[in-house]
């Protein structure tokens, strides 16, 4: 054996025993009214819990999106509906302009001016009967992304119509675990998983070297896993009609609004997006349940990089072209 073949293989014993030395660590905690996960693969756990407390900073995020506190930019829009424009930081001027694209992308599936329902839809079992048409209608003429009026210039956000809402349910946990990820990466934490209620942003691999495996849940019995996939930098995530529903003469009425009608959309029990960034896969979950199996899988087909698996109301699963799933 060569001197310097010699050199070049403990070269690779060494580097791969000092990755390997590395381990994974794990902490739960509630934000935002959610579960949040981080795991972290750091070399000990002083590191990984300088790590976890970087990624559990979502303060900021809440003070920007919230809708339950009335101090937070998006309560300051909603109570200002109608009346005027009002200046926000740059990152929810950033994140509502980024909003009305994905509802252009998505035909007005997405979007975030639903919120204008919310007075009609409780989904915490306060529910029980049907909203009236006329109800249904006024609420309606409300949402419209169209609606929402962004001043770059001034960094202001003006809701053009009194009693418009907007709320960031469908994108706001992806976008936050994507900031996580992105604090983490600078942070020097070699991978890693933010699972922020279920959607997931991933990055590097595990300690062993080997990807991440995530468990995409079973709608039709949400403590039961129906898959798992091995991936690599991506975010996967999944808007399901278990997460949060109303049961009204006996039928489910899951919590995803058709921004058409102001109706829960029907057809489908859960959709998983994979993509680059959990904010897309969360917005793309969220539309692709209210377009449909059809449009949906057309919709996820254009796009680079990003995949589906819907589970429709029949229990039927339907995937984007890349995905192939065995039948066991
Ligand atoms: P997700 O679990 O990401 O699909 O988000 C669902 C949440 O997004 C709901 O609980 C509402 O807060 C909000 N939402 C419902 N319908 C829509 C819609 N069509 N577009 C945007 N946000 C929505
Ligand atoms: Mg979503």
Not at 171 to 186: C, F, H, M, N, S
Not at 207 to 234: C, M
Not at 246 to 252: L, V, Y
């Amino acid at each position: 054996m060569s001197s310097r073949y010699l050199f070049f293989s403990l070269c690779v014993v060494f580097c791969t025993s000092v990755v390997f030395a590395q381990k994974t660590f794990t902490e739960k905690f509630s934000k935002m009214g959610s579960s949040f996960e981080v795991i972290v693969v750091a070399k000990n756990k002083e590191v990984a819990d300088g790590f976890i407390a970087m990624a559990k900073n979502y303060n900021r995020i809440e003070n920007l999106i919230s809708s339950w506190d009335s101090n937070s930019e998006t309560s300051k829009i909603n109570q200002n509906a109608g009346v005027k424009p009002v200046k926000v930081s740059k990152e929810l001027w950033d994140l509502i302009e980024r909003s009305q694209k994905l509802s252009q992308l998505t035909s007005g599936a997405f979007d975030i001016s639903y919120a204008a329902v919310d007075k009609i839809w409780t989904f915490d079992g306060g529910d029980s009967e049907l909203p009236a048409e006329a109800v249904l209608k006024r609420s309606v003429a409300k949402i419209g992304y169209k609606k929402i009026r962004l001043n770059q210039k001034d960094q202001t956000v003006f809701l053009s119509q009194a009693g418009m809402k907007i709320g960031f349910g469908a994108i706001g946990k992806g976008y936050a675990a994507d900031r996580a990820k992105e604090t983490l990466v600078a942070a020097g934490a070699s991978g890693g998983i933010i699972n922020a209620s279920g959607d997931m942003n991933t990055w590097g691999t595990q300690a062993d070297g080997s990807d991440w495996n995530v468990a995409i849940v079973n709608p039709l019995n949400s403590k039961k896993v129906f898959s798992w996939f091995s991936i690599e930098q991506q975010a996967v995530v999944t808007s399901g009609d278990y997460e949060r529903f109303t049961t009204i003469a006996g039928e489910r009425y899951s919590h995803i609004i058709d921004p058409r009608t102001g109706m829960p959309a029907k057809g489908i029990l859960s959709c998983t997006i994979f993509a680059p960034k959990a904010e897309l896969a969360d917005a793309l979950a969220t539309a692709t349940f209210v377009m449909g199996t059809t449009a949906g899988i057309f919709l996820i087909n254009q796009l680079p990089k990003v995949e589906a698996i819907i589970i429709d109301a029949m229990g039927r699963i339907h995937t984007s072209k890349n995905i192939k799933i065995e039948d066991d």
